[in-house]
Each structure stands twice: as C-alpha cells, then as structure tokens.
C-alpha cells in the first residue's frame, strides 16, 4: 500500500488572498491630482468676431510669473502672500483711484443701478514656471474674488455668499465679475531674470 501524501487545506485559500487585497488596498496612499476649477468661454468662429475690444491699460492688473518663480505684479516683484490683497484692490477700486479700473453704472438684481468694475487680471508665466508656483498664484487670484463676494453678500444679505440663492449669487458675480485672462506661456523668461 502506498503512503498518502498529506494535502495542504486550500479552501480557505481564496479567504486569505482577498483579505490581503483589502489590507493593501486600505493601507496604500494614493496622490490628489490638484488642479484648477475653470469653465471654459464658449468657442467663437474666427469669422464671425468683428475686432477685439480695445482695453484701457488702467482697466488690467498685470501678474507675470517668470522661470524663477518670481512673481512681478504691475512691474513690482511681491511676495505671493501679498497677491491676494493687491487683486482686491484692484477689483473692487473703493475709492475710485486713477490707478485703478474704471467703473460703469449698471442696472443689478437687488442692489439697482451699481457702480461695476471693468477691470481685467491678465496673468501670464514662463514655460518653466513650476506647476505648484503656477497654481498657488491662481489660486490667490481667485480667493482675492470670492472673499470681495462673500464680504459684500454678507454687508448686503447678512450671510456668506455660499448660503445665498443662486439669482443672489448672480447679483454678486455681475458686481464682481471672474475676469482672469490667462495669455500663452512664453519661452524665454517673462518679467526678467
């Protein structure tokens, strides 16, 4: 008679690999893509755009952000902690300096005839910008529009902008309008250096 060879219990096999997948699968970090949150302008036909408005020097708030990752706003280098303050001013022109952008009257939901920025953030970087120096400046620029929004929902509706209707948040977006161009990154260093 021959000896049986002992076997290896395998039915709990199967048991043991999914648990290792789930262990694997629990304890694995996995990386967050950061990216900016934009709605894309609607495509225009070449051929049907008559000319491109002309636009007062005054009404644009320059932000260059060249190879070295300096940022130069309005031909003065700052420190990115400072971006934030210097959008708003811009944007919001309180005291309606010649510096700054002009204003227009316009007929507003909620708020009537309204004094409304025409002002424009152009900001414009180097091919060799890095990517986390790129986002933190358009992240500063559009906090710059969403703090001037969220204080003047709370002057005007006594809440945060985010707690308002939707046709209360239209009201505000058309006071303080998201206007930030983004020009082609250029080759060689933008700014100096």
């Not at 096999?13 to 900016?36: C, K, N, P, Q």
């Not at 708003?88 to 004094?115: D, H, Q, S, V, W």
């Amino acid at each position: 008679m021959a000896k049986k060879t002992p076997e290896v219990p395998a039915s709990s096999l199967a048991d043991i690999a999914f648990m290792l997948l789930i262990f694997f699968l629990v304890t694995t970090t996995m990386d967050v893509d950061s990216g900016l949150e934009r709605r894309l302008p609607q495509w225009v036909d070449p051929d049907q755009i008559d000319e491109t408005p002309q636009i007062n020097e005054r009404n644009i708030f320059v932000v260059l952000v060249n190879r070295n990752n300096d940022l130069l706003v309005e031909g003065e280098y700052i420190n990115i902690d400072e971006l934030r303050d210097r959008a708003k001013e811009f944007m919001a022109n309180p005291t309606n300096a010649e510096n700054l952008p002009e204003k227009e009257p316009k007929e507003i939901a909620y708020f009537g005839e309204t004094m409304v920025t025409k002002g424009v953030i152009s900001l414009r970087n180097d091919l060799d910008t890095r990517y986390g120096t790129y986002l933190a400046v358009q992240n500063e620029l559009v906090a710059a529009i969403n703090e001037l929004r969220d204080e003047l929902a709370r002057e005007h509706f006594g809440k945060p902008y985010d707690e308002l209707e939707e046709d209360q948040q239209s009201a505000i977006r058309d006071i303080y309008p998201q206007k930030i161009s983004e020009a082609e990154p250029k080759g060689k260093n933008v700014g100096g250096n």
